[in-house]
C-alpha cells in the first residue's frame, strides 16, 4: 500500500505546486492548469487521499506495521469492521472505542444490560462478581465452548470493572509493587478496558496462563471468536502495559481479521487508526 500511497501524495503535492506558482503565470496558462487541476483531483478516490492524511498522521511504528497493499482493498475491508459495528448494542459505546492511558471513559459510564457470568457448561468463574455486555458475554460463551471441546476448560477471573473498583484495584497495585511497576500492568480509573465491558482475564493472570493448554488455546483460536489480545509481547512503549497474556478485548470477528491483515496483529495500532478516521473529515 505504501508504494500507492506514494504515488497519490506526489499527485497531491504536485496539486499543491501547481496552486502556489500559477500566481506568477499568465491569465490564460491559470485557466488551463485549473481545468487540469480539477480533472486530476476528479481522478483520485477522495477516500484514498483521506486515507494518505489519516495514516500520515499516525505513529512511525504504526505505519511500518501497515504493509504494502492495495488502498482500495485496505478501504473494502475498513468498511467491513465499521460496518460489524451494527451488530453491537448503539446504546454502549462504540466496540473500538479508543480507551488507553491518554483516553479516557468518564467515571459514571457503566454498560447497559450486563449480564452476570457464572460457572456453565462452558467455563469456569473464579469469583462471583463478573458480568460482561450481552455480546461479549454471547461471543465468550462460543469461545469457551469450542474450547471445551477441545478438551480445555478456561477459567474467567475478571471481567466489567466500574470506575471505583478500579481505582481501588490500582491503588491496591500501588501499595503492593510501588507507582512504576502499577502503571504498567494495572490501569488508571478511567483509562481501563474492562470498564467497557467487553474484555477479560482468563486465570491464572500472570505469565504461566501462556503456558497452560488453555493459554496455547485462547492464542490460537481467540480471534476467531472476536476476541483480540490487548498487551501482546514486545509493545509496551506502543500500549502502555507490558505483555498481558490473559487479557483479551471483545471487537468481533471482523475487526480481528483486520487487525492480523493490515496491523501486524496489533489491537492498539487498528483501534487508534479507526479512531484518527472517524474523527477525519
Ligand atoms: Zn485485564
New binding site residues.
Partial sequence: MKKSIKKSLLIFISLLLITFTACAKSKSTEKKEAAKQEETAATVNPEIEKLNRVLLSMSPRCKEAIPNGDPEEFLADLHKVLDSRSDFSSEDLSPFYLIDKTHTVSSSYEPKGLIHLENCSAYNVNKNNLSLRPEAYHALFELAKAAKASGVTLTIS?TYRSYDYQKNLFDYWVRVDGLEEAERESARPGTS??QLGM???FAPVDDAFDKTPGGKWVYAHASDYGWSLSFPQGYEDVTGYRW?C??FRYIGKEACRFQKKWFGDVQQFMIEFIDAWEKAE
Fill in positions: 475478571s478496558q474492562h474484555a477479560l482475564d498481558e490473559w487479557h
